[in-house]
């Protein structure tokens, strides 16, 4: 079955927040204290996309400007039961081509100490590993996460 893409706005957050809060994350991590009123926020900071099979969403991503040279990509998640149809790895390039159109050099994630099997997944789109990059919105109650970044442009 295929699916959609659409850009997600702040109005979108009592949808996008059911498919963020079904990735299962490990109830220690702050994602799993995000509520809808953070959905819409952050979402009004930048934007988000959300994926649909049919009318149902079953994946989401959002993205935030962090100065001239960086968006960060945030909050991906895919419904446990539409993974491994390339939804996830749409929404990331969905991120990156705002990225580059918007002349940002570089995409930044940051993963939690408590996800790091998902690893993997962005280093196969092709993110790496930054020790010396920052991650602006690290949760100060969390341990420090893992930070990636990809060239894009700029």
Same mark, same amino acid.
């Given at each position: 079955?295929? *699916? ?11 949808? *996008?927040?059911?498919?963020?809060? @079904? &990735? ?11 509520? $809808? ?11 988000? *996309?959300? @994926? ?37 790895? &749409? ?7 705002? @990225? &580059?159109?918007?002349?940002? &050099? ?7 100490? /408590?996800?790091? %099997?998902?690893?993997? *997944? ?12 920052? /991650?602006?919105? %690290? ?6 996460? $893992?930070?990636? $970044? ?5």
């Amino acid at each position: 079955m295929t *699916f959609t893409l659409r850009p997600a706005l702040p109005a979108d957050a009592p949808v *996008f927040h059911p498919v963020m809060m @079904a &990735a299962g994350m490990d109830p220690r991590s702050s994602w799993s204290r995000t509520t $809808v009123d953070d959905v819409r926020w952050s979402l009004g900071q930048g934007g988000g *996309f959300l @994926a649909f099979i049919g009318e149902e969403a079953v994946g989401c991503v959002g993205w935030r400007p962090d100065g001239r040279e960086t968006l960060t990509l945030n909050k991906l998640s895919t419904r446990p039961e539409a993974r491994g149809r390339g939804i996830g790895a &749409a929404l990331v390039r969905a991120v990156e081509e705002v @990225a &580059a159109r918007d002349g940002y &050099a570089r995409v930044l994630l940051a993963v939690s100490q /408590y996800n790091l %099997a998902v690893l993997p *997944f962005y280093e196969h789109l092709g993110y790496r590993v930054d020790g010396g990059a920052v /991650y602006a919105h %690290a949760n100060p109650h969390s341990p420090p996460p $893992v930070v990636l $970044v990809k060239e894009v442009g700029g």
